[in-house]
């Protein structure tokens, strides 16, 4: 480890847990896996194509990862502990929603770990880029979940319905990371229409998501509009939402939402803040931080 890279490794341990995260990680651990070619198979034995991440995981094809520690390819301790956390506390089914989902990465891994547990499963997925959208249904399917187990919407997650512009997948440069435009005036709307490099997608409020039904996990991880989003639907994550498990992308935007759910009598499960070092006298992204809040009226106060 070079001294430039070890403050961002050590970052990943600087987290806090109301419960013991090392021991949620380690009863999902599978020990003694046997390795898939052309995949990579996690710790709790999710097999994740090549495909959706290639730079990453062509190196890792025909391997078995290890728990985190401080983390995989794409989450830490604090994370994978917040999301097994919210799937033992499940009963009967686990439903997930996930905003931003990607390859289908905690629909995925949560479903996996469902499963396993016994439990049916409702996973529901929200996406702008149509590319990683078949890649979650890729995931999915070697996962062994049909389409009575998964519903994806290619959209954008928003505080009310309406329309985001987004940039297209085709575009040059857009791999990972796309923000939206929320709800432009009409004339922007016109142009973005006719602009290849932007796509005009239909935003998605939780009540179109939830349908009525209990979620035990709201994952977020929608590149800095969290707060809005949460503000914009809090109503129905009170009525609906367990757990709610957010990529935060600043420190601002995290004390935003601390604020918000403590004044709302929320339970802070997992905290890990972003790490940003400081280029040019400003705090630069570089990791985003996680939080987990517990919805005080559908989680009992579990230690």
Not at 190 to 210: N, S
């Amino acid at each position: 480890m070079d001294i430039e890279t070890r403050p961002a490794i050590e970052s990943l341990y600087h987290y806090s847990c109301a419960f013991n995260a090392i021991n949620v990680i380690k009863l999902a651990w599978k020990r003694d896996q046997t390795p898939t070619p052309g995949v990579v198979t996690n710790f709790i034995g999710a097999r994740i194509p090549t495909q959706v991440h290639p730079d990453k995981l062509d190196a890792l094809a025909g391997t078995v990862e290890g728990p985190p520690n401080p983390g995989n390819w794409h989450a830490d301790i604090a994370e994978w502990a917040a999301a097994l956390r919210a799937v033992r506390q499940a009963k009967d089914t686990f439903r997930i929603v996930e905003l931003g989902c990607g390859w289908g990465c905690w629909l995925t891994n949560t479903g996996v770990a469902a499963r396993d547990a016994g439990l049916k499963v409702d996973l529901i997925g929200v996406e702008g880029n149509a590319h990683h959208l078949d890649n979650a249904r890729t995931t999915l399917a070697l996962n062994g979940f049909d389409e009575t187990d998964f519903t994806l919407f290619h959209g954008i997650a928003g505080p009310r319905t309406g329309h985001a512009v987004f940039p297209s997948p085709d575009a040059e440069n857009t791999v990972w990371n796309g923000e939206a435009m929320f709800y432009p005036p009409p004339a922007v709307l016109e142009l973005a229409k006719a602009d290849p490099d932007v796509q005009v997608l239909d935003c998605y409020p939780l009540d179109e998501l939830a349908q009525g039904k209990r979620i035990d996990l709201l994952h977020i991880d929608i590149q800095g509009a969290e707060r809005e989003y949460v503000l914009g639907n809090f109503p129905d994550i009170k009525r609906h939402v367990a757990r709610i498990l957010i990529g935060t992308h600043s420190r601002a935007i995290e004390g935003h939402l601390t604020a918000h759910f403590l004044a709302a009598g929320w339970r802070m499960e997992t905290d890990r803040p972003v790490y940003a070092p400081i280029h040019g006298g400003r705090p630069t992204l570089a990791i985003d931080g996680v939080q987990m809040w517990a919805n005080p009226n559908l989680t009992p106060d579990l230690t």
